[in-house]
């Protein structure tokens, strides 16, 4: 088991049942755990603790857990695992927009659901501790794509694009090897910190949001393997 020094998970989940066995698996890991059954408890919740992740159904009363999760990013960034029993790729493209890090549909392995929260805090984690640059800030540029990795920021044509934390560090993965395609399973790895292909699907979701802010152009598809950064040579 991983070490969590005292970590604390807010689990937002209105099925008691649910919320109870989450809680069970997390505290079993060494988490700090407390549960919240609506929208309106949620945020409150988030403010009192604060958490270190969240866990965070889509289907809530008061107001839904895109809602939730849009007000809490608003106020202090926090990593979010979102659980829907949702298909429609919609839903999950507006939860990854408003912020989520990454979703699992139920229903879902407490063991898989562990793992993933373990593996946000390592990212963010990895990206805390990652050394800032002495002299100016990196930039990479494509024609007029502009990622400026020292500020997190994304330009194109001019115009910042607003990206969550997860998109952006998906989007440098893909700049730091233009033209080149890179397998699912290794962005889920090297983003994520997930080593199960079972997530992939979370990648796809990630790479539309990413497609929809910047333009379709910019990322090629390779069927049954990957995804490439498309730019002029």
Avoid at 69 to 88: K, N, S
Wanted: aromatic share 4%; net charge neutral; with cysteine.
């Amino acid at each position: 088991m991983e070490t969590t020094t005292e970590r604390r998970v807010l689990v937002v989940e209105d099925d008691r049942a649910i919320a109870d066995a989450v809680a069970a698996r997390l505290r079993a890991e060494g988490f700090l755990v407390q549960i919240a059954g609506d929208g309106p408890s949620a945020v409150e919740a988030a403010r009192r603790l604060p958490p270190d992740v969240i866990v965070l159904d889509v289907m809530l009363p008061g107001f839904d857990g895109l809602e939730v999760c849009r007000r809490i990013q608003a106020e202090r960034p926090v990593p979010v695992l979102m659980l829907t029993a949702r298909g429609e790729e919609t839903d999950l493209l507006v939860g990854l927009a408003v912020g989520a890090d990454d979703y699992m549909a139920k229903p879902f392995s407490m063991r898989e659901l562990a793992a993933r929260v373990h593996a946000l805090l390592r990212r963010v984690d990895k990206v805390a501790a990652a050394p800032r640059p002495a002299a100016g800030p990196p930039t990479i540029r494509f024609g007029d794509l502009e990622i400026n990795q020292a500020e997190r920021r994304v330009l194109r044509a001019g115009a910042e694009k607003h990206l969550t934390p997860t998109e952006f560090d998906l989007l440098v993965h893909l700049a730091r090897a233009p033209r080149t395609v890179l397998p699912r399973e290794r962005l889920l790895a090297e983003v994520w910190g997930w080593a199960d292909a079972s997530g992939t699907r979370t990648v796809d979701s990630h790479i539309k949001g990413l497609r929809r802010k910047l333009g379709a152009d910019l990322i090629r598809t390779v069927h049954g393997v990957g995804y490439a950064l498309e730019v002029d040579r």
